[in-house]
């Protein structure tokens, strides 16, 4: 005999759709109102249930054309087994419509639902328009309003929607509203748990909540990726093979990342990142998982609970300040998944791991220079004795900042500097002292000289020159638009290297920076537009203390001005 061929596989989701009010899970102010209006025959002829994805919407709009067509109806519920409860369960129904406004939205598709609601039920008692994803429809509404306002008796209009702002005033006073709520990680661990013990599996309670926390509050969403996990195998599902089958990065990685950005371990991060990249892990779902750690971290500081898992925070945090803990969460909140620049979000990732040890370098004071031996600071009174005949050792020159190269999955780490531009000030203040230290440790003493004259500070680069040359006419020409000029006024130009343009904003006004990464693209368009070439714009947040003031000469001055006075100008007398 030919083998039986199994039946279809039907999803979780479908399989264990609400078939009555009392298994609708998380919506019980909604629930216990439409019931209510059921068993007392004062159901609106217009309902519009508003919520996330997956929260029960279109279940429960089944469920009220059942509860409205059954023959036996107690306290308000279907009783499910019918024929006319069991048509609409199974899709048999002719007088249960179902549409989705995505692709039904034209004026042409309303008119001929219009004409389809003054004829009478077939084989039901009233007919049940169900109209999903109803913010799509546009100009179908001036078909509809009339008729939704004073329907046929025999008609009754349910529509489902997750944004309700896109639908016209004159639709919302026309029909009842009921806001559908998230639902939270124990009512989606209740269900799970429900489903597994009805299918005979077992798995770790860590599984089945990360399992709820990864829907977001959706039920379909949670049974649907259970559905992808339970397909994998019949033994015990655990919460590492959840995290590794959805593709997650485990607990360790994410605390080692975090304790990188927050202690300022540039090095350490991004070996945590190339090792990411050569395990094929997405980027996009790890940031996801740092953010829900310093969420996490920063309940645990407070003393509270997690607002992601609702069970008190996991120890390992007490070590990172809350101050810390903030400055990471600006950087992070900076970063733009979906912008496709240079490097991806990798490159974000790496510039929020440099700025926070370019920050930790500052807080602990000037940088060690980077060699085999640390350096000493020389005795403050060792600096007035020097011999006549011993020239005073030259300064070192600092070198410019070195461009981050991301780093291939085989090759090897390697110490790589800060390109934050203050960091390359400090870190050549350190070595100019560490010279000076050396050159004063390998003279005798003998009789005291007066120091020499300053030496002249190091020319800016070629890029640096020609930025602070236009920063005037940069500056004018940003501060037409008022949303950009106190921008422009805060900061400063650090440096210029081929396209990419550096521009500092105070430490103590680092809000400034963070509204100027909003709008980089402005600042980008308008430096672009007076260098005469398209450039790429960074902002960090520095000391500007440390780094020379951009002079403008006279002509700047002029220039400026006459921007502003045109030839209008006048001979004053001296102000005493």
């Excluded at 008609?155 to 489902?160: D, G, H, L, S, Y």
């Excluded at 509270?304 to 969460?329: D, R």
């Amino acid at each position: 005999m030919p083998a039986v061929a199994p039946a279809p596989h039907r999803a979780l989701y479908r399989r264990w759709r609400a078939q009555t009010f009392g298994e609708i899970v998380g919506q019980e102010a909604v629930v216990t109102t439409l019931r209510n209006a059921v068993r007392t025959n004062r159901l609106a002829h217009g309902l519009l249930f508003v919520g996330p994805r997956g929260t029960g919407k279109t279940s429960l709009a089944r469920i009220v054309a059942k509860a409205i067509n059954c023959p036996n109806v107690r306290d308000g519920e279907p009783c499910d087994m019918c024929e006319a409860c069991a048509a609409i369960r199974d899709g048999r129904a002719l007088d249960v419509i179902e549409m989705d406004a995505a692709s039904n939205n034209k004026v042409d598709d309303m008119r001929e639902l219009l004409e389809r609601t003054w004829t009478a039920p077939s084989d039901l008692t009233r007919k049940v328009y169900i109209v999903d994803e109803v913010q799509r429809i546009k100009e179908g509404w001036d078909v509809l309003l009339k008729t939704l306002e004073e329907p046929p008796d025999h008609v009754v209009f349910i529509f489902c929607t997750t944004d309700s702002s896109q639908i016209r005033p004159a639709v919302l006073s026309r029909v009842q509203r009921f806001d559908f709520t998230r639902l939270s990680v124990d009512q989606i661990v209740g269900k799970l748990d429900r489903i597994l013990a009805a299918d005979g599996r077992t798995a770790e309670p860590g599984a089945v909540r990360l399992v709820a926390r990864l829907a977001a509050g959706g039920m379909r969403d949670a049974e649907s990726i259970l559905d992808q996990v339970l397909a994998s195998g019949d033994d015990l599902l655990t919460e590492a093979r959840v995290g590794d089958l959805l593709g997650l990065v485990d607990a360790e990685t994410v605390t080692a990342f975090l304790d990188a950005l927050v202690q300022g371990k540039a090095l350490a991060g991004l070996a945590a990142i190339d090792g990411l990249e050569e395990r094929g892990r997405d980027l996009h779902v790890f940031l996801d998982q740092v953010v829900d750690a310093v969420r996490e971290a920063l309940t645990g500081q407070l003393g509270g609970t997690s607002g992601l898992t609702g069970a008190p925070a996991a120890g390992g945090s007490e070590s990172w300040p809350i101050g810390g803990l903030v400055a990471v969460a600006r950087r992070l909140a900076a970063i733009d998944p979906s912008r496709a620049s240079i490097g991806g979000l990798r490159f974000q990732l790496e510039l929020a791991l440099l700025e926070g040890a370019a920050s930790e370098r500052m807080s602990g004071g000037l940088a060690v220079r980077p060699a085999d031996r640390s350096v000493d600071a020389a005795p403050a009174s060792a600096t007035t004795a020097a011999t006549p005949s011993a020239a005073p050792a030259a300064p070192r020159e600092a070198a410019p900042p070195a461009r981050a190269r991301t780093a291939g999955p085989t090759d090897p780490v390697e110490p790589v500097a800060v390109v934050d531009a203050v960091d390359a000030v400090a870190q050549a203040t350190s070595w100019a002292a560490a010279e000076a230290s050396e050159s004063v440790e390998s003279i005798q003493p003998a009789e005291a000289v007066s120091p020499g004259p300053p030496s002249e500070p190091a020319e800016p680069s070629p890029g640096l020159a020609e930025l602070i040359g236009a920063w005037p006419r940069i500056v004018a020409e940003l501060s037409s638009s008022p949303p950009i000029k106190p921008l422009v006024e805060a900061c400063r130009p650090i440096e210029m290297t081929g396209n990419q343009v550096i521009l500092g904003f105070p430490e103590g006004k680092a809000f400034l920076r963070d509204v100027a990464e909003r709008r980089r693209t402005h600042l980008e368009e308008g430096i672009g537009k007076v260098l005469g070439r398209g450039v790429a714009v960074r902002l960090v947040a520095t000391n500007l203390d440390l780094l020379p003031a951009p002079a403008a000469g006279e002509a700047d001055l002029l220039t400026m001005a006459r921007r502003i006075f045109a030839d209008d100008l006048a001979d004053t007398d001296e102000v005493h």
